[in-house]
């Protein structure tokens, strides 16, 4: 889990994927308290409530055109756009693995490649498509 979700260094997310952290967070907290401040100001005025532009949202990482590690460095900088993603650096059964990768772009390199080999090489049910669009059944 942790090395596929370094797939996150590319890509884009549209504001209704992560806009539970940003508003309404909790009876205590109005904003993830995991966010970076800056980070969370800057995702909120991207993302306002209400949010009447379908297309905003924010880059997964500060590279997020270039395959390499920074996902990981951005997310011990408390700037994982997911919560899942940011929850890895919270969990000291992962924490480990999110600062090597941050460390060792050429570890994460490794051992990403051996990941996605593994995935796929899983046999799935005979019932299992690629879809063209991952939201919708082909």
Aim: proline share 2%.
């Amino acid at each position: 889990m942790v090395t596929l979700s370094g797939g996150h260094t590319l890509g884009f997310s549209h504001c209704s994927s992560f806009e539970a952290r940003l508003h309404n967070f909790s009876s205590v907290h109005d904003t993830d308290p995991r966010l970076n401040t800056e980070f969370a100001l800057d995702l909120k005025n991207k993302c306002p409530k209400p949010n009447n532009n379908q297309n905003a949202g924010q880059f997964l990482d500060s590279t997020a055109s270039v395959f390499d590690n920074d996902y990981y460095k951005q997310l011990l900088a408390g700037k994982g756009v997911f919560s899942s993603d940011q929850s890895l650096v919270g969990d000291y059964r992962t924490r480990w693995i999110v600062e090597a990768f941050a460390r060792d772009q050429s570890l994460f390199f490794k051992e990403f490649a051996a990941s996605m080999l593994k995935l796929g090489n899983l046999r799935g049910s005979d019932n299992g498509e690629v879809r063209l669009n991952c939201r919708v059944v082909n």
